[in-house]
């Protein structure tokens, strides 16, 4: 688990990439933890459908924390990874960074969680993930 102010120390490029707007935003300036979740899911969703070369549906969120509020202007950068594969479910760990850019030229863990994935077929029922 990465510490809640580290530098983006991840391997590998973030799957998103993205700009929250003033509409994502209470009348606070905060970020809905919606949209955010929102952000996770479809990055989880990336990877897990790349593990199951095919359709994917998420079926738990697992372990979520929000360490930190997320702002508009903020940029935000979704990494995710396979941490675990079952027989048809994938448990794909999300890191959400964000970088300040308004206020300071830092970049802090603001979320992360363990989202579970099930790979499905043309019915819509669990089919096996292959071995990697
Ligand atoms: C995902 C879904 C197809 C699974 O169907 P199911 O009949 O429950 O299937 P199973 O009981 O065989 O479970 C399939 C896998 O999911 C895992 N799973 C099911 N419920 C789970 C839960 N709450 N948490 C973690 N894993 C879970 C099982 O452990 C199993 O994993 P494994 O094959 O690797 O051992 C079905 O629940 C579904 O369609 N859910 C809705 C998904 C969806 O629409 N998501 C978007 C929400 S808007």
Known sequence: MATMASKITQPNNA???TVPRPADSNASGDIFGGWILSQMDIAG??????????R?????IDAMRFHQPVYVGDLVSVFAH?????RTSMDIQIDTYVHRRRTADEELLVTEGTFVFVAIDEDGKPRPVDEA
């Open 45 to 54: 969703g990336v990877v897990a459908a790349e593990r199951a070369q095919g």
């Open 82 to 86: 396979v941490a675990k594969v079952g």
């Open 56 to 60: 994917v549906v998420t079926v738990a």
């Open 15 to 17: 799957v998103i990439r």
